[in-house]
């Protein structure tokens, strides 16, 4: 449990210490059930400092690992099966499965819905809708987008992140040639934004 924290603590901060720390922590394998799901986030945090440090292979080496453990111990929550397809869903992207890599992406989103926190879900549709877009669905990346800024309003109206998925959204909306649907997006996102926070110039600048 130590080992997890301080990793993922690390993660935020320095990738490259979190790979270091992790990687001379963290056991091949759990020993048992009981160990498995700290193990499964310790693993899930080393990925993601992976990710960060652009080290492909052994990101997609340690998430079979994960499959491979979350199989065989079932251990593993809704929100940990969801974040877990994530990442499969980035091996299947690397490995150029497309299909694949929708399937692990709807997987996701499944097991989000599970969970009781609607935050994950919001987070995770605005992910999928990232996804469908760079694939050129628009109508199903709207749809995924148009789902997590409705959770937002509903139960985080005032959280950043909420400004962050309007400002991603606004994206797709002017590469389809939306335009004042994007700045109206944009100008929601720069009153969620506080004028003092640093994202605040970034807003600004995106609509004036």
Known sequence: SAVNGLGNALVRDDPSEAERFLRESLPDR????QESQTWLKASYALANA??????????????????EVAERYGQESARSRGQLSQLLAGVALRAGDREGEDGHWRQAVTHMRETENPFPLAVMLSNQGIFLGQGGRIDESDAAFQESLGIFRRHSPSDPTHASVLRTYSGLLIRTGRYSEAVDR???ARRIVEPTSEHYTRYVVLVN
């Open 30 to 33: 759990p020993l048992n059930k």
């Open 50 to 67: 992976y990710l960060r440090l652009r080290q492909m292979d052994r990101a997609d080496d340690t998430v079979r690992s994960m499959a």
């Open 186 to 188: 944009l100008q929601h």
